[in-house]
C-alpha cells in the first residue's frame, strides 16, 4: 500500500486546533474572569495574611470594644471584645476557605471513587454501593449534617467531615452516572483484551476520562461548601471561640446587629464576595469542559442559514420541467480561524419525476449541500456565500424565512439517515403525521388522522389503523424510516430529498424502502434527490448520478453513463474499490491516501494526490467542469478514454 | 482435507441468554435469547466468514470467542484445551491467543490517550516486554499496518478511521494471536478506505500465518475474503459451506433473500419482500423455523419443529427442510 506519504502529509499540514484553547474559552467569558480576578486577589491576600502588619485576631482589649471601621488603628473597627476586625476578617477568611476547599476534595475523593467504582462494575457492587448512597440522601441534607456534629461533638475539623460526608452523594452519582457510559465503550474492552486487569483499567482508562466531570462537580460545589461550613459555624458547631471563621464571626454579629451592624455586615459581604466569585469561576470552568457546550449545542441555531452572497450563480435559463435548479452554490463554516469549505460550487437540476443521485465519501459535503437548499445548515458556524437555489422556478435565498418554512415539509420534504432525529419520542407517530398535515393544510383533526393512516398504509406499514397509535421506540429500525418517508409525503411534495435514507438499515429492508421510494415516483411523480456512498443503490432507484469530491461535483451523467463508462478518474477508482456480489476474485484495488480537508484544499484538482495519472497541469488554476455530450460532464482536464462513447 | 487436528476454535452448542432470573417480587423476568445454540469450527490459517442482519447474534458470539462475554451454555475449544480452563489458568492465557478488532476504530481508541500508551499495553502485560524492545516492537507493528512511528506519539482524534483501524489491528497483531476475530472491521469506514484495510488485512494473514473469523453484514465484502461462510439468522447459524459454492448455489431461503436484497452496481431490479413479513420475536422465540413467517416455501413442518443441519469442515448444509438446490456435496 501506498497511502504512507498522502496521509502522513495530511495530518502534518492540518492544524492541530481548530477551535480555541481552554483557556482562551474561559478569559473570553467576561464574567468567569471577572470571579477568577476577585477570588484570585482574595486568596492572595489571606495567603500573605500571617505576614502582614495586622493585630493578633484573638487578643481582646475591652477598652477598645465595638469600635466603628475607619477608627484610628483599625480599619475595619473591632468587635464586642475589641478584638480588631480587619484581622479577624482575613484569619476567618483563611479558614473558611480551607474548610471549604478540604471538604470538597474529601467529598470528592470519596464519592468519586464510590461513583467509579460502582459505575464499572456495575450489577451488586453497584446495587449495594448505590443503595447505601440513596440512605444517606433520605436525610434532610442539613439535618444530617448536624447529626453528624452533634454525635462528633463540635469543632471545625468534624464541622468539615460532616459537611464532606453530606456532599459525597451528590459526587458519587454524577461520576457514577458518567462512568456508566464510559465503561461500556469500546476501548475499554480493549484494555481488557491488552492484558490490564481491573485496577488498572479504573485507573488509567476510566479515571482520566471521568477527570473533567470531577473538576466541574469540584468547582460548582466549593462555594456551596463554604456557605454550609459558615452555616454551621453560625450555629456554634463549627470554629469554636476564640477562633474566628466567616460563619462564627456573623453568629457573634448577629447578637449586635441593632448596635453595631458592621459586625455582621462585613463578613457577611466577604462570604457573598467570595461564593460569588467562585460560583462565576465554577459555572466558567463548567461551559469550558463540557463537551457539548463547546460544540456550541447550547447556542441556538437561526431558523435559516444565514445567507452572505458575492455572487448569485450565473446560468439564467431553466427548463420547464426543472424541479430543482442549484447554481454554483458555496456554503462554508468558520470555526476558530478555518475556513471550511464544505460545498465550494455546486451546480445541477432534478427535472420532474426524476431521481437524481448525489454519490461521494463521508465529508465531500454531500450533506451540507442538501442542507443548504432549504437553508437548514447551522448558522453559525454556516453560512451561504453563492450561488442560487431555485425551486419551483423561485431563488429561494431571496424568500422570507415563512416562505421557506412553508416549503420544508410541504412542497419539499426530508428524508434523514437517523429516522429517530425526525420523530419526537413522546407523541404517537399517528400524531405526529397529523401535526406534519395539519402545519400546512387547515383541516381537521378527525381528517388529518384519516389522511395519517393512508400514509402509513402507503409506506406498507402493516396493520396501519392500530399502528397509528405506536410511539417511535415501538417500531424497528426499518418501520420508522417508513414512517420517516410517510412524514415526508404528508403534503404530497414536488421533491424528496433523502440524505442516506437506507445506510442504517439491512438489505432485506433497504431492498423494500427503496422500492417504495421508486414507486412514489411512478404512482405520484415525486421528484427525488437521492444521497448515498453506494453506487448498487445508485443503479437500483437513480436516472442521473452527481459524484462529489472535496465539495465540489466532479463528475455528472445519467446512472448507465457513468458507471459503466465513468470519465473521472476518481469515479473509476470509487466504483473499482468496492468488493460486488458475485464477482468474489475481481481485484479491489484500494485509492491511496484520503480526500484533502476542505480547510486547506490544493490549487488545481483536489484529487491530484491520489490520482495516478495527475501531471503538472492538474495542480494548476482551477479546473473546469466539461461536457462531454448527452448530459455527461466531468471536472478533469484527462478524462478516461472511452468515456464520451 | 478434512483433518480434524487442523481445527483451532471449535465452539459447541453455544448459548447466551440475556436477563431472566426472577425480580425482587418473584415474577419472572424477560429472556432474550441473543445466541441459540452454535456450532462453528475453524481451522488454521482459513478466514471463517459470518454474515447475518443486525440483532442476529454476530456480535455476542464474537465477544464470547475473545472472552469478554461467557457463554450461559455450551463451550468453547482452543486447539485442545477448553476456554474455561483457560481463563482460570491465566488470566491473559487466552488474550494471547485470541485477540479482537472492532468495529468502531475511533471508540475502540482511548481520547485521552496517546496511541504509544495503547499500543503498548497488550506488549507490555501480554508479551512482558519493556524498554528498548518495547520500543522496537511498537515500530514494528506500526510497520506491518503501513503507518509511520511518528504517528505513536499522537491522539486518537488527530486520525482518519482508516488510520485508527490499523491502529486497531496493530493492538491485536501485538498480542501475537493465533486466531483473531474482526467485528465488521470496515462497516464504519469509506468505500475507499475499506479497500486499503481489506488489503491490510490479508497481507497480514499471509505475513503471520493467521486464522481470521470475520463478521460483517456486507455479503459482498464477506464472500470477497471468505473461506467458508455461514450464515446467521435470529441466533443460529442457518446455512453454512465453502464460500465459493454459498453464493452461487444457496440453499437456505434466507440466504438467498439476502444475495437478491444486495444491490449490485450496474443491476438493477431488486427482489423485494412482502412489507409485512415479521420478524421473530427474541424474548419468545418460535418452536419451529425462526424463518417460516417469511418464506415462501414454509410448510406445515417448519412451523412444528426446529430443522437441523449438520456442519462439518467442507460440506455445504442449511437448516431447512425444504432447502433449494438440493444436495449436492455432502
Ligand atoms: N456544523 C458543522 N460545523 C462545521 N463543519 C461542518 C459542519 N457540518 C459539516 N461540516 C464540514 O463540512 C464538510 C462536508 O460535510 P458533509 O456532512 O456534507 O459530508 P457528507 O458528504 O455528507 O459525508 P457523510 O458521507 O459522512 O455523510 C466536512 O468537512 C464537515 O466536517
Ligand atoms: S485533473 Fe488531473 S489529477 Fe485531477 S483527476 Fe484529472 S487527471 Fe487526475
Ligand atoms: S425450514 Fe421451512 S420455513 Fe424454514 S427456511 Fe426452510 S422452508 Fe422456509
Ligand atoms: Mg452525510
Redesign the pocket.
Known sequence: MTSNTATASEIKTKKRSARPSAFKLLARNQLALMGAVILALVVLIVLITPILPLPDPDVTNPAQRLLPPFSDGHLLGTDHLGRDLLSRLLWGTRVSLAVGISASLVAALFGSTIGIVSGYFGGRTDNIMMRGIDMLMAFPYILLALAIVAALGPGLMNALYAIAVVNIPFFARNIRGVTVGIAHREFVDAAKLSGKGHIRILLTEILPNVMPVIVITISTTVGWMILETAGLSFLGLGAQPPQADLGSMLGEGRKLITTAQHLSAIPGAMIFILVMSINLLGDGIRDVLDPRLKSGALARPAPLTKIDRSDQGTSNQIADETVLAVDDLRTE?V?GDDT?K??GGVSFDVGKNECVGLV???????????LSLLGL??SP??TIVGGRVMFDGKDVYDMTENQVRDIRGGKAAYVF?DPLSTLHPLFSIGDQLVEAIRAHNAVSYRDAWAKAVKLLGMVRIPNPESRANNYPHQLSGGMRQRVGIAMALANEPRLIIA??PTTALDVTVQAQILKLMNDLRTDHGTSVLF?T?DFGVVSEICDRVAV?YA?RIVEMGTTEQVLKHPAHPYTKRLIDCVPRLGEPDRRTSAIPGLPP???NLPAGCAFADRCDRAEEKCRVGSIAFDDLGDGHGVRCIKPMEGANV | MSDVSDVVLQTSDLVRTFGGGRTLLGGKKPTVYAVRGIDVAVRKGETLGIVGESGCGKSTLARMLVGLDRPTEGNITLTGSDMNDLISDDRHALSKRIQYVFQDPISSLNPRKLIRETLAAPLRYLRGLSGDALEARMKELMDAVNLRPEFLDRYPHEFSGGQAQRIGIARALAAEPEIIVLDEPVSAL?VSVQAQVLNLLSDLKDQFGLTYIFISHDLSVVEAVSDRVAVMYFGRVVEQAPGRALFEKPRHPYTRLLLDSAPVPGKRGLTVEDATAELPDPLAPPPGCAFAPRCSRAQDDCVAKVPDAHYGLDNHDAACFHPLNPVTTR
Request: no cysteine; hydrophobic share 40%.
Open positions: 463554516f470555526l471550511y464544505a460545498v461521494g465519501e463521508s465529508g465531500s459535503g454531500k450533506s451540507v449541500t442538501a445548515v447551522a458556524p454556516g439517515q440524505d442516506e444521497i456512498h462529489m465539495g480537508a476542505v480547510n | 469509506d
